[in-house]
Each structure stands twice: as structure tokens, then as C-alpha cells.
């Protein structure tokens, strides 16, 4: 069947191609076109009868000529090929080479689409990985292994947040735990792309980074296979030649659009917002790739990044996401317009593997309640603030003319720091401590009686 | 045998001539297991619990004849299923890290041996009735698994096994039916999944469920055999809060279901419960539980089944007298899997994209939980506790109201609670519970007879406060009158020193009911002191300065629940404590 051409397209429209009168294709097959000027096309088989095959075709149908249409049905899945040549190389969203080098040829090529890893083959993820900023180091760690995305919007710098990230992160006191990356980019600008690009050649780990491009101008069905390629890659790196992988993908928002995009053609139910039902499961099948297996000494980081559209965390997109990832970085234009950069709001942030990967035999004894005081005291401190917006700051207690300064203090020193300022573990904890002290020891519940004696600068 | 006509996503039409709704279905050359879901003349329609790439039409289609069905019997704890009843450390052994396609694996270990030790009551020749035990399996060390007859047979029992070592597949015993016809008896069963298992009658749920979280058991409580709900934004704490229960609370079985959701969170139970010691057994946690596990990238179909896999596993210990609790999370994407075959069905959806029928498939599922006489006269109950996880936190969608209308206790996960960290993160106004008359009995019989009254005081501070803290909002706090200052800090003391409770705290992560009543009662206590020098005219700033009100607030996490006598000898302190100010605002006592 892989060699016969068909030529008994039936009708096309937006992408999806109905085939008649070819037996016994198979589902999820990967399908080779031939348009009417010989241009070749891929496509995948959605739905199959003897009657009607349904083709999702990735560069679209809008000209294509019917009769002049040839069809192959590859009988397999879309597959990438394998080694350890990929590192360095750039490829499209469909895994082939789009830095003018010759394709990978390898005898290994993987199914794209994976196979969801057994539950009980899961490994736990408990090592702290330091990104030298303190926002997330201090309050929302990342570990090796999480799925931890950044919920940004149009302007905000996210780019620059995760190029810092790949730049930064490390093990505690494992020089040697160097990552390397899988980049992958869909529906995001030139610009956006040359970013990364430059951040890697600059902070010279470009030979340890595969990327798969998929630009704003580029098909856009293609984009559903993009962060597959890209896990598929980063799956074969991390577990056939252990090497700790981090994935940083961006925008979640532009892939999410292109499957809303392909349900609409297919008459999919929409549930909300006119995204299909199944956009949880689909975002789930890409998210969870991340983790670590036990006795296997790779890990997959897998750090997405979204757009919020119009800043709402409870559009659908970020929402599906926040329900799957394992915690999210949220960025605020709040904090941005003031000047603060990384603009990381923490109270909506969070980092649900945090609560195994820091305090005693991680980081430090103090650290989780720290974390959770600066939480408490920052929440109280907006309260205070959004107060004094009303009744003016002369109105205020002293107590809580201290909160007002804390909130200064923190967002100032705490959150805002350089783009090329990589601050450890220690550093961030210290300066966290610097802060509370200017609180009254009596108000720090979180923190331990101990703790308050040994680091709050009032006590002793 | 049939052949597949169409694949369309996990939902496959056959040409299938003999088959009936339910049926198990085994499809294409792989042979991966679905169930009918539709027929039209010679036709199926089947939705398989795994993927469908790679299926061709023509390819065979073989009905099975029977239903999607469990199997019951020693083995189940301990151990983590799929969707569907696979052991998933068995198919581990057999196909690698990944779910291979078409691997089947029988859901009990067919090779290991029990220890059975027939019931003394049972003789050959005597009747037997569907329900009645057998005879019994150690099956860990601190459960006791009952072998029970099927629940429909019922007849003579010609013989049974002596005291001895069996496999579940061994016969144990024979029974003649009243057609003249012998079953054959063994250690386990099947029973269909989409049919609630036989009993007797409903028993009214008595005892409350202690889940050691203070903001549950003191004041909005759920009974053994009740239904509660968990709604909650992400990240809310829905699957902390769950696990929490799922580790502390005195039930005898707990049934761990994970639907739709994240992989390493069952790593993270099957971690730490063989670690972790059942407070009421001093067991590992781990004898006594049992997962179901569909995570959120496995197949939606097989999604679908595992909430009812799960209540017929409960069902099947609460047939043995067991207090079982099933925690289901997320009860939204059970609903999803629905939404998403209805949708492929093309069936009308009515809001949201869901069929017409959500609420009544809800319904029916929470209705399978309760305290019951058993078909042999026992007791046993299924508590349901589910978590619901609403679009963008909106508590009125189709759901979390579906859901609101059928449960008894709802704990409403508060999205600003959790941005400041205050776990957990139950809204003690949004939340109620339909048992707290019962509840109050058992406090009241075992704990102290002013539990109802101190919980009912506490809720009225804490909606007070909420008054008061919207005055605060507009005009600051030095427009509060000085009662209205204190009411607001006890509120405080209350929300700080009582509700907020850490899961992470190895003191405070369980709280006994004894521990939680002496906090409360100590804290109200302190509120009434200070009220009564508030009104004597102490101004409330100096009462708030006080050293006990932040000695108060550390407490929880100070005191273990086993070792409550240094706790209680602070709190004999605290009339002291406001003795000393009570000095410079009382009238002078006449002297003796
Ligand atoms: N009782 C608690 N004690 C301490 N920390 C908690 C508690 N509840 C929640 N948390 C913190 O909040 C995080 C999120 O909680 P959890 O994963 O239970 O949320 P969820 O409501 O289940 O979210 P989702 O719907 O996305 O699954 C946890 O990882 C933990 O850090
Ligand atoms: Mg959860």
C-alpha cells in the first residue's frame, strides 16, 4: 500500500482532505501528497472507513486541484529519526532540517506521539535545580523532572525570563549537572526565534541545543506536531543517553489556537471558548512527557511557554495548563510597567514539587517556611497597600506602614534583580531574611521560633 | 466474529451482528478492549480504552460476552490498577516503562498463594446466600480479606475447602443452585462495574470520618457513607487535601482514584504511603490502600470506567464490613470523557458541550455511596469524596452545580486562600455540610459535650470578621470600636491558629479530634477573656500585643496529638495571663 498513489480525492477544505474508495487505511497513518505542481505535502489519517479516509494535511488544501492530486498512505506513524547528531541542529516542526544540513539518517526512528509512560514507572522528582533567581528559587522552585510553565502576555518578558532560566539553572553543588536543550518555537515570530538562538550561541551551549522551528508564517497544522518532535527528541536524549534535558517550548497559546483550528473544520463539540473538549487531554499527552523513570538517570524539565490572551488566567489555555503542569510562573504587567524585572507575580505563582525539593538536606532548614512567610506577609502587605490607596498612607498604623515598606522592599529587591544576575540559593534566603526582619518578629507566624532567633535581625 | 468498518478517534464502528450494549469488545489485529456503546442493525459502535493508531478497517472484531467487569478477591491492596483493572506493576514487568498497546494481564496474581481458613459456620450441605463469607484470607497484616459468596448465588453448598494455601483460580467449594446447576466457588469473582453491588438495606451514616484536618472534622464535618465534594480553581489544594485524608482518616480501606490526572502525583502516594504509619493501626498506610490510576495522558475511554472500577472495588470491601473511603480525583474529567464520546456520538450537548444526561450519571455515581446492612446482615460503608475542578474556578458550571445538588458536605477551595498560602484553603463561608446534627452527637458522646456550641460560636466570629473586614477596607481600622477590634483579631487567632493547618508540618499535618477541640475551645477561650476587659475598657490595642496571642497562633504546630498535656497546661494559663491586665481595668475588690 506504501507505493500506490491515489487519485480519488473527493473534496478538501481548510486543511482536512476526504479520500474515497481506498481499503484498509490505517488510523493515525502518515500520508504523502503530491499537489498539482509536484510539490510534495504531509498529512495524517484522523479517520478511516472503506468508504472515506479523512486526511488532516499540514500545509494546508486551500489551492489544492483535486484531479491533479496524488495520495500515498505511508501505513506508519509520523516518526522522527534519532541520534545523537540532533544536538546542535535545527529542524521544522515536522523533524526535518531546516539549517541547510543534510537530514539525520539513523535506523532509529521514533513514533512522535509516544507512548504514555506507566504510572508506576514514574520516578518522583526531588532535586532542586538552582535558576539563580529569586522569585523562583525562593518561592516557587523548579525540580528536575517538573513541568513548571510561564504564563505571560503579549510585551511581557518572557523570552528573556526563559533564556535566563536555560542560562542559569544547575544543580546545588553539582558543577557537572549541566543540561542540555530541546528548544522548540511554534507560531512565535522571527525575532522571537533569533532571540534564543543568540542567547544560546552567547552563552555558548548552542551545541548542546536541538531546536524545531515553527514560525508565525509557517503552516499552521504543522504546529501540532512541532512540541511532539521536539518530547520525541528530548525523550531519546534523556533516556537512551541520559543526559538532563531541559525543554523549553513556547507559545502553548499559538498550538492550542492551531487545534482549535482543526477541530472547527472537523465539527468537533466545542466545550469553551470554541476550543474542542479534548484540548485537556491533547495539552496532558504533551505535558506529561515530562518526569523522570525510575532506574533511568535522564530527566525531562519541560518549561512552556504561554501568552495569556488579554492577561486572563482563567482563559482556557492557561487554565487546561495550570490544571495539568506541575505549578506555574506567572509574569504581571504591573509589576513590569514599575520597572521590576523578572515581573514574576509570586502570589499566583506556584511550584507544587517545591515541597519535596527544598528545606533541610535540599537547601536549607529554613527555607519552606520562608517561602511560605514571604507568602502570608506579601499578601497581607497588598492588603495593606490597597488600603492606603483609600484612606492615604498617613492614615495607616505604624505596623502597617512597615507592611507598606515591606511590599516596596521585596518587589524592589526580592523579585527585581538583573538579567545577568545569577543568585544562589543561599543569597536568595539571606535577602528573604533581610526583608522579614523589617517585620515584627511577633508577626511571622510561618517561620519557627528557632529560625526567627538565628536569622530575624529585631530578635536577639 | 466482525470486522472494523470505521476509525474515528478511540470510538471504532463494527460490523458485529450478535452483540449487546456493554459488551467487551476485542478489536483489530493487536487486539485492544473496548465496550459497545451503540448498535444499529448489524452494526457497533465500541469506544476502546486504548489507542486506536494503527487499526485498519477490515481488520477482526470479536465480542467477548460479558461486560466491562472487576476482579474481586485477594490481591487488590497494595496495588496500583488502570482505568480498567490492569496492574499496572504486572504490565510493568511485561511491556516496559511504557503502556504497550493490547497487553493483558490478569488483574489478581494467578501464582500466589493465600492462606484461607474456611468460616467455621459454613458446613457441606448447609445453604449458602449470596454475600455470606466463606471464609478468610490475612491479606496484610492489619486487613483481614472476607472471601464472600457471589452476590447472586445462593444454594447448597456441597463442599468446601479445608484451612489451607490456595491461588485465586483453585476451586474452594461447590454449590448447587436452585436449577439443579453446581457453581463452582473461588477465592474471587467478577462483578460487572456499571452495576452497584447488591445489599440489604440503606443504615443511616452515624459516625463522622476523622480526617485529622481540623478544618473538616471541627466544622464542616462528613459522616462514614456520606458524600463530599471538593470543587477548587487549580492549584487550589484539591489533590493535597485528598491525600491528607487519604492518609490520616480512620477508615479501614481507602480506594485512591486518579482520573485524568497527573502521573507523579500517584508516584507521590505510592511513595510515601508504605512509609507512612496508619495513626489508628500503627500498619503501614499502604495495606490498607488501593489505586486506580488513569492519568491525564493515558486513554479518555479507559478515563471514563475508572471512577466506577473504583466504587465497585469500595463497594466490593464494604460487602466485607469495611469502612471504605473513595477519594476520586477529578471527578471533572470523568465528566470530560463523557462529554468528549457524547461528542463523537453526536449526541446534543446542552451546556458547556456536556450531554443531557451529566446530571443524572453524577447522580447515580454518588448514590452508590453509604452505610449498609450487608447481604449478610454486616455493616459497611462508601464514603465518596470527589474532587471537582471547574473551568477557570467558576463554581457554576455544570459540574460543580450537578454536583453541589447531590453531595452533603461541600469543602469550597478559595483561590485567595491559596495565593496566600493558607492551607487548607477551605472557604469557611462558601463551604457547608448537611451532617453536622450527627456529628455533634459523637462529639458530643466522645470528645466534649460543648463541641456544637463552640463550633457554631467560631463560625459566627468568623463571618463577623468578614463584616468588620470590609469596613476596615474602606475606612482603615481605627474606625473599629475596640470590641469590634478584638472580634477581628480572635477571627485572626481562629484563622491562623486553627484552620490554616499544613500538610507539610510533621506535628500538625493530623490533628485528633481531642487535639482539635482543646485548640478551639482554647482559642474562644482567649477571645472571651479579652472581651471581657474590652469591655471593662482595655483598649483592644494592648490585648493584641499580648504575648499569648502569638504563642497561640504556634501551638498546632507545637503539639503532637498523642502528648496533649503540656498544650493543656498552657491553656489552664491563659485566665492568668489576662488576670495580670484585668488588674488596672477592674473596679478594686472590696478587701477580704
Ligand atoms: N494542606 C496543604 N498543606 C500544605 N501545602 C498545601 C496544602 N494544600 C495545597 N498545598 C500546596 O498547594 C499546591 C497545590 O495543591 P494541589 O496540587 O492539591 O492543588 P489542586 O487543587 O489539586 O490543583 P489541580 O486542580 O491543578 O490538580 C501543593 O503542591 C502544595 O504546595
Ligand atoms: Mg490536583
Redesign the interface.
Known sequence: MKNIEFRTAVSAQGGLLVMGGVAGVSAGSRVSLKDHVGNLRNGLVIRSSDDAVLVEVFEGTDDFDLERTWVRFLDEPFKLPVSRDILGRVFNGAGLPRDGRPPIISGDRRDVNGEPLNPAARAYPREFIQTGISAIDGMNSLTRGQKLPIFSGGGLPHNRVAAQIVRQAKLLGDASSEFVVVFAAFGTSHADARFFQESFEESGVINKVVMFLNLADEPVIERLLTPRAALTAAEYLAYDLDYHVLVVMTDMTAYAEALREVAVLRGDVPARKGYPGYLYSDLAEIYERAGRIKNRSGSITLIPVLSMPSDDITHPIPDLTGYITEGQIVLGRELFNQGVYPPVTVLPSLSRLMKDGVGKNFTREDHPHVASQLFASYAKALEVRGLAAIIGAEELSDSDRRYLEFAQGFERRFIGQDEDEDRSVYETLNLAWDLLSMLPAESLIRVSEEELAKYHKGSA | MGKI?????PLV?LQLPETVIGEQVRVGRIGLVGEVIGRDGDTALAQLYE????????EVADGLGWPLSVELGPGLLNA?F?GVQRP??A??EKS??????GVSVPSLPRDRLWHFIPDPQRHSASHVDGGDTLGTVQETESIVHRILTPPLVHGELLDLAPEGDYTVEEVLGRVKLPDGRIEKLHMFHRWPVRIPRPFRKRDHAVKPLITGQRILDTFYPLLKGGKAAIPG???AGKTMLQQQIARWCNAEIVIYV?C?E???E???V??FMPELKDPHTGRPLMERTLLV?N??????VAREASIYVGITLAEYFRDQGYDVVMVADSTS?WA?AL??V??RLGQM?VE??YPAYLGSRLAAFYERAGRVETLNGGHGSVTLIGAV?P????FSEPVTSHTKEIIQTFWALS?ELA????YPSVDWLESFSGYVPSAAKWWAENIDPGWEAARAQALDLLAASEELQRI???????ALSSEQRWTLEAAGLIK?GLLQQ?A?DEVDSFSSPEKQFALLSALLEIFRHGMRLVKLGAPARRLIQM?L??QA??WKSQHKSEDLATLKAKIARIPAEFEQIALDYEPAAPAA
Open positions: 468498518l470505521e476509525i474515528n478517534g464502528k489507542d486506536t493508531s494503527g487499526l485498519k478497517p477490515g496500583i488502570d499496572l506493576n504490565v510493568r516496559g516503562d511504557r503502556m504497550a498497546r480553581p487549580f492549584g486518579g485524568g497527573r502521573g507523579n500517584l508516584t507521590d505510592l511513595e490510576a492519568t491525564s495522558n493515558m486513554p479518555v474529567r470530560e462529554r468528549e457524547a461528542g450537548p458547556e458541550g475542578s473551568p477557570g474556578g467558576d483561590k495565593d496566600a498560602r493558607h476596615v477596607n474602606l475606612v482603615g481600622v481605627e491562623e499544613s507539610t504575648p496571642m502569638a497562633r504556634r
